[in-house]
């Protein structure tokens, strides 16, 4: 692994399964955040996590549910699937003090 | 709420010089970051100003003034390969997540 991984690349999910997005990072990052991009919206903060162990909401988080059991994994979970958040997610990390934020590949979400 | 103002589309011809402009109003300011974004890729990091003044990287620089809440990217002898889209993104304090404005999409001609 190098830098950040995210799994699936892309998924197209009936409305009301339930779905976990995975993000992997192995730089050693404390911080850790979720963000969707949508045309016309731009990068938008679901949750974060500043240190395994806490996390924190974003500007929406509502839908999603996030854990950091360990440094490295920082799964989102869409407990029951809506057509709006079909969109494109992005996990990123930064060391301590919130510098310059590295992003995974993304994975495109199709809720149908 | 934060506000992060920058223009949605440019146009630029191959070789010239372009300058994208970014306003904020936030209730902190502890740096601002530029990203470039390709189509169907991830962003990636250009700079990073945290003090006024003129960072400049290669082809790309990137000016702030705190105290007129600005910022803008300028890019230089214009390529094709820098047809993407340009983040601006304000960290409110330390240890806080960036907050991203929509993005201005640039579209180089020959």
């Known amino acids: 692994i190098a830098g950040i991984t995210q799994a699936p690349t892309s998924q197209i999910l009936a409305a009301g399964r339930r779905m976990t997005l995975r993000c992997t990072q192995d730089?050693?990052?404390?911080?850790m955040y979720w963000y969707r991009q949508d045309l016309g919206l731009g990068l938008r903060l679901i949750h974060y996590?500043?240190?395994?162990?806490?996390?924190g909401k974003g500007e929406v988080p509502d839908g999603y549910s996030v854990s950091r059991a360990n440094t490295d994994d920082f799964p989102l979970t869409l407990a029951s699937a809506v057509p709006s958040q079909t969109s494109v997610y992005f996990c990123?990390?930064?060391?301590?003090?919130?510098?310059?934020?590295?992003f995974g590949p993304g994975t495109r979400l199709t809720v149908l | 709420g934060q506000n992060i103002d920058q223009p949605t589309e440019m146009t630029a011809t191959e070789g010239a010089i372009v300058q994208i402009n970014c306003t904020y109003q936030?209730?902190?300011?502890?740096?601002l970051f530029w990203y470039q974004q390709h189509a169907g890729e991830a962003p990636t990091f250009l700079s990073y100003?945290?003090?006024?003044g003129l960072e400049e990287k290669g082809r790309f620089s990137s000016f702030l003034s705190r105290s007129k809440g600005y910022s803008y990217l300028l890019l230089k002898e214009l390529q094709m390969k820098d047809s993407a889209s340009y983040l601006c993104?304000?960290?409110?304090?330390?240890?806080?997540?960036?907050?991203f404005g929509k993005g201005t999409r640039l579209s180089v001609i020959a």
């Open positions: 100003n945290v003090l006024d």
């Open positions: 730089m050693r990052h404390n911080a």
């Open positions: 996590s500043n240190t395994a162990g806490t996390t």
């Open positions: 990123a990390s930064s060391d301590a003090g919130g510098n310059e934020q590295f």
């Open positions: 936030t209730s902190g300011f502890n740096g």
């Open positions: 993104a304000v960290q409110l304090s330390g240890n806080t997540p960036l907050v």
